[in-house]
């Protein structure tokens, strides 16, 4: 009996995996035969003007919901934070939001903003803060008026500081509460460590900030000439333009400030850095120097990097890692290409035990890209970034952010507009090439936070190759 | 995921704006609806905006369809539905299918030797591992490794996943405008039958995932602790990810039989929005989805849960800072009185003057954070009403939630102002508006409501019932549900 019934489970099985149903009559064609008509790809144009003061303002009038965005990006980042104020960028622009403008508290303000379904709301990054305010259409000339008060005469209530002050402290506390959110940034903080990049806040520096602090950055900071404005959907322009012409015609007092960044000095540890705490999982990341956005490098680390970890489930991270091997549920790569700089990483978060053999395995992928890439795989992915890329034309928003974002950040005018050539044009060779250009084992940082046990396996590590 | 109200505020809208802008936003007019002969039920919207069109499959099937024992199933399927077909991911199917069969009886048998626990002859355990090791790296050979998710991506499509609800299990994917015809291709036919390829590391990486949701995130392990206790008998009370023990349990043939009754056309909508023909469309639904056959739709029995007669709570062990809980029963939509504690749901916690976080956060300075949510965990039967808490460094739960309760007994007690009601209508009404803006949230909305409420047009006729919503009706709900009878609370301390 027993073994009868080893046969009716195979014969189950067989049944349950390959069974061909009697109704299948017509056979599948193959997935890759399939004729697609051409794509329809022409962005709606976006005009581009500038103020009487000399902010430049992107626009695209859309009309198929009665809404209205409008987003300013100003260069008061984290990454102007003073030496010992960590934190300042962030309080200011929440403080400006909830601490009252004008003559209104911000109480005031939070209900009128409600009552209109509005949202005016600022996110902090570390060379920009960019502002969105987003309202239904009829309501779009009060909003603004709130916003201008806001940017231009904010009261910064020292009880609304307070309250700000509190609640970052609080979330710090509870920062490690969260493993793979803690352990990314120890690994932003250890990989710049030396520079303006890796300055984090803490509760140190954040009791160094005062209300005179806050006026100061916002005094320095929040001006015409640092500011990039993008407008779309349900307005006219001669309406939004006669809001913004007196919102910026007056000269304000301030002068721009030489706001380049330089790029980091990274000098990366020889030795794995360890972070030891009791979590069940181990995170494990590893960081490389990677090409600028303005190199001639960029695209093909663009095609190198999708093709490693950021490409979906065929990326060789994610595929060996997480398919093959089993070893974890989040794995892959990033590439975050700054203008003078650009920063590689690779991350897998998995059990203790199994911390350097998912690490090792990263490793081996990111050595034998250099050796054995082919051409098909990089035709694949450029293929998939080329044909992706109608995604970032979505919506109107969307299309006037990324080019604000351009304009912003100072990249040719032709920068998006050429994008697709320039990927086309990447080779096997190119993307080889940067592979052993920047993926070299010296200049890689590893990062772990995970119990004893993780950390004592990178004891005896060597790295693959030293040589450099 | 609480969509379905939001569907409900196109008529708000048309109450607070121009009649011209009102007319803009019927929808419903613009949708084309149908059900094919099997009953696969497909919804269409034309939006011109960009060359994009979003693509969703919603199965009306999720965790509280398991039976017990087996938990994780509709979740495990989930994953695994990425695994191919029969052709695709297939290099030979005849020799695929005879080392898969060699794969699944060995894992079988590895499974069984390991369960036996202490009893467990070790030397086979290593030989039995040594021989599926051996087995998988000959399949290997003759599969294609997500060869799904290549295919879409190479085509240009974003957003490519899926999401296990404790009622629903959706698929989606956008894609450039000209080649929806692969989604089409690649669905139906995974529709109809899916192959169970890496089934044993797809395991893993399944409890892997469970250990990064539920172990090492404290507030993931609050969750699980609190709906487990808020529900004694009901399905509800499992975690849609699945326990642990039982997952490590689950074999090829729970999930295939488990996909078999119930991943059928007549369980199933499709969602398309974008810039696509919608005659065009649907002729191209019906020639790869059309011949699919309708099946009876088996489910296990769900047991109701009882009511309960007072009060419980948790206070989990977990290293971490402190946060709670707060639970009340109350009925799902489209009960009457689920389309107020939407209403309430707005009032505590929508927009920065919402009676929680104004006064928690930043008038008593007592609450990190706080919110409320309706419809959880999910709204095919009786749900909850909960609040969300973190107390502030210093500040208890228990201060937290005399805050809390202060709040809620205003609810029962006090009727809310024209102006604060305005607000927190509004307010649904502008994020509705927002969600519109994407071709994903709309098709999101749309397979949802039809999947989940039996009526896409659910999204449009809601707004009505909210109109009519009267402080009164307020304070009668809160009075009701709002109660200490049945509550349930779980914290970390």
């Keep these: ?468 | 995921m609480n969509l379905r109200h939001l569907g409900s505020l196109v008529l708000l809208l048309a109450l607070t704006t121009s009649s011209a802008l009102a007319q803009d936003l019927s929808l419903d007019k613009r949708i084309h609806s149908f059900e094919l002969k099997n009953g696969l039920k497909v919804l269409i919207l034309e939006r011109h905006i960009s060359p994009t069109v979003a693509l969703y499959l919603a199965y009306r099937v999720g965790a509280v369809d398991e039976q017990e024992g087996k938990t994780g199933t509709a979740h495990f399927l989930e994953h695994m539905m990425f695994k191919g077909t029969k052709t695709i991911g297939t290099r030979n199917q005849a020799k695929e299918e005879r080392l898969l069969n060699k794969i699944l009886k060995t894992g079988k048998r590895l499974d069984q030797e390991i369960n036996r626990g202490e009893k467990a002859d070790k030397e086979k355990i290593e030989a039995l591992k040594r021989t599926l090791a051996h087995l998988k790296k000959e399949h290997r050979k003759w599969m294609i490794s997500n060869e799904i998710d290549r295919l879409y991506t190479e085509a240009g499509a974003i957003n490519i996943n899926a999401s296990t609800g404790q009622d629903i299990t959706i698929y989606h994917a956008s894609f450039p405008a000209n080649k929806i015809e692969l989604w089409m291709r690649v669905e139906s036919e995974r529709m109809k039958e899916v192959v169970l390829r890496e089934f044993y590391e797809e395991r893993n990486v399944v409890l892997e995932e469970r250990k990064q949701r539920k172990e090492a995130n404290p507030q993931g392990a609050l969750y699980e602790a609190f709906m487990s206790l808020a529900f004694q008998r009901h399905h509800y009370r499992r975690p849609i990810i699945g326990w642990a023990e039982d997952v490590a349990r689950l074999q090829p043939e729970d999930l295939i039989s488990f996909k078999r009754k119930l991943y059928v056309p007549n369980n199933a909508t499709i969602a398309i929005v974008g810039d696509v023909d919608a005659k065009k469309t649907l002729k191209m639904v019906k020639t790869y989805f059309g011949a699919i056959p309708r099946a009876y739709l088996q489910t296990p029995p769900i047991p109701d849960e009882p009511v309960l007669k007072g009060e419980k709570r948790i206070s989990l062990d977990v290293k971490a800072s402190p946060q709670i809980m707060i639970g009340y029963h109350k009925p799902p939509a489209p009960h009457p009185d689920d389309y107020v504690f939407d209403l309430i749901e707005s009032i505590l916690s929508r927009g920065r003057s919402a009676r929680l976080p104004k006064r928690l956060v930043d008038e008593k300075a007592i609450a990190l954070s706080v919110e409320a949510q309706n419809g959880l965990p999910g709204s095919r039967f009786n749900n909850l009403f909960i609040i969300f808490g973190r107390p502030r460094d210093g500040k208890t739960n228990a201060e937290l939630m005399a805050y809390i309760d202060e709040i809620l007994e205003e609810l029962k007690n006090r009727e809310i102002d024209d102006q604060e009601l305005e607000a927190a209508k509004n307010n649904i009404v502008a994020d509705f508006v927002r969600l519109q803006e994407s071709n994903e949230g709309m098709a999101r909305m749309l397979a949802y409501n039809q999947a989940i409420i039996g009526d896409y047009r659910y999204t449009f006729t809601y707004l009505g019932r909210i109109k009519e919503i009267t402080p009164a009706d307020i304070r009668r709900v809160a009075q009701k549900y709002l109660i200490k009878n049945g509550r349930v609370i779980a914290t970390i301390d």
């Excluded at chain 1, 006669?242 to 330089?262: H, K």
């Excluded at chain 1, 490693?308 to 990326?315: A, E, M, P």
Aim: glycine share 6%; with cysteine.
């Design chain 1, 1 to 468: 009996m027993v073994g009868m019934g080893k046969h009716i489970l195979a014969l189950l099985l067989t049944t349950l995996l390959f069974s061909t149903p009697s109704w299948a009559t017509n056979p599948w064609k193959d997935p890759e035969r399939i004729k697609y008509p051409p794509l329809r790809f022409s962005p709606p144009p976006v005009k581009k003007e500038k103020l009487p003061t000399g902010i430049t303002v992107f626009f695209l009038e859309n009309h198929e919901l009665p809404i209205v965005h409008i987003s300013l990006l100003i260069r008061a980042g984290s990454i102007y934070d003073p030496p010992g104020k960590e934190g300042l960028a962030e309080l200011t622009a929440q403080v400006m939001r909830t601490g009252g403008a004008g003559k209104w508290t911000g109480d005031e303000i939070d209900v009128r903003l409600d009552r209109m379904a509005a949202h005016i709301e600022p996110i902090v990054r570390d060379e920009f803060v960019l502002w969105r305010i987003n309202a239904l259409s009829k309501d779009v000339k009060e909003v603004w008026e709130i916003f201008q008060t806001i940017l231009r005469n904010p009261v910064l209530d020292p009880r609304k500081l307070k309250t700000a002050l509190d609640l970052k402290k609080g979330e710090l506390k509870r920062l490690s509460d969260i493993p793979d959110k803690f352990a990314f940034r120890e690994f932003q903080r250890l990989y710049f460590r030396g520079n303006l990049q890796g300055r984090q806040p803490t509760e140190a520096s954040l009791d160094n900030i005062s209300r005179e602090d806050i006026v100061e950055f916002h005094r320095r900071h929040y001006f015409p000439e640092n500011i990039t404005v993008a407008v779309s959907g349900a307005v006219r322009r001669e309406e939004i333009f006669s809001l913004l012409t007196v919102t910026f015609t007056e000269a304000w007092s301030n002068q721009p400030l030489p706001l380049a960044i330089s790029p980091p000095n990274i000098s990366l540890p020889d030795k794995p850095q360890c972070l030891i705490k009791d979590t069940p999982q181990a995170v494990i990341i590893t960081g490389h120097p990677a090409p600028p956005r303005l190199s001639p490098d960029y695209y093909a680390f663009e095609v190198l990097d999708f093709i490693l970890g950021s490409g979906g489930f065929r990326s060789r991270i994610f595929q060996e890692v997480r398919t093959n091997q089993g070893l974890s549920y989040a794995t892959g790569s990033f590439y975050r290409p700054k203008n003078n700089y650009g920063l590689f990483g690779t991350y897998a978060i998995t059990q203790n035990k199994s911390a350097f053999l998912a690490f090792s395995t990263i490793e081996r992928i990111l050595l034998n890209i250099q050796k054995d890439l082919g051409n098909k795989e990089v035709e694949r992915a450029k293929n998939a970034i080329i044909h992706s890329f109608v995604f970032d034309y979505s919506t109107p928003r969307q299309i006037v952010e990324r080019e604000a974002e351009a304009f912003f950040f100072g990249w040719p005018d032709d920068f998006w507009s050429s994008y697709i050539r320039r990927v086309k044009e990447v080779s096997l060779s190119m993307v080889t090439t940067v592979a052993r250009k920047y993926l070299v084992p010296h200049q890689m940082m590893v990062f772990i936070l995970g119990k004893e046990e993780a950390c004592t396996q990178f004891q005896k590590y060597e790295r693959m190759d030293r040589k450099p």
